[in-house]
Structures are given as structure tokens and as C-alpha cells.
């Protein structure tokens, strides 16, 4: 018989999935900004979705280069390139939000761990 996994089990499998983590990564980074552009400038359903598949797939060849160190330094250096006169990443309220946010969930998880579903949801 087959032990049943637990949901911590469930859903660190699920959120660490590369496919998962570039849709996540991109809906953070890329929608959640481009939405107000969309409304404000009537960009179609279709260009919408094809802009988000377009960072999905970009985000994942990019997340795939994580583990190999030569790799992601190459990227990361090609990149620095581009953004030599970006600025360098601050604090601000949407991101201490993020993070207050992210960690009350992964406080949520953790008090999850090692506990079986019957002891989470009662026996069925």
C-alpha cells in the first residue's frame, strides 16, 4: 500500500515545481505590473496572454539556470549589461508587504509538517 503523502509534502512539491515557479515568478514580477497598463491602454485579452506566456517561458529558462553556477553567472552578468543604471533593489511597502504576507503562509506550512491529513482534517 502506498503511504499517502502529506499536504507540507503536497505543496512543497507543487511550489518548487520549475514550471510553478516561473508562472509565480512572472505573475509577481511582470503582472501585477503590466495590469494597469493593460486597462489604461486597451491592450487585447489576447496580447495580455501572450505577453504573460512570453514571461512564463522566459522566467523558466532563466530559473533553469539556477545549479549551475557557470551558467547563472553568465546570464546574470549578460543582464548586468543591460541595467547598469538601474537602480540597486530597495524596501518598500509592497515588498514588506510580500514578505509579511509570504511569511504568515510559510508559518501557516510549517505548523503543517510531519502531521498527517487525518490529524489536519479529521478522519473521513
Known amino acids: 500500500m502506498a503511504t499517502r503523502r502529506t499536504m507540507y509534502e503536497r505543496t512543497l512539491d507543487k511550489g518548487l515545481a520549475v514550471n510553478n515557479v516561473a508562472k ?51 546570464v546574470v552578468n549578460l543582464y548586468l549589461l543591460e541595467t547598469t543604471g538601474w537602480d540597486n533593489p530597495k524596501e518598500t511597502a509592497d515588498t514588506r508587504q510580500f514578505h509579511e504576507l509570504v511569511n504568515e503562509f510559510a508559518d501557516a506550512l510549517r505548523s503543517t509538517k510531519g502531521k498527517t491529513n487525518n490529524e489536519l482534517y479529521g478522519a473521513k
Not at 44 to 58: I, L, P, S, Y
Open 24 to 74: 509565480a515568478l512572472a505573475y509577481f514580477v511582470f503582472r501585477e505590473i503590466i495590469e494597469d497598463i493593460h486597462a489604461e491602454y486597451g491592450i487585447t485579452q489576447e496580447e495580455m496572454m501572450a505577453m504573460n506566456r512570453k514571461a512564463v517561458n522566459r522566467a523558466a529558462a532563466f530559473l533553469e539556470c539556477i545549479g549551475d553556477d557557470e551558467k547563472l553567472a553568465t
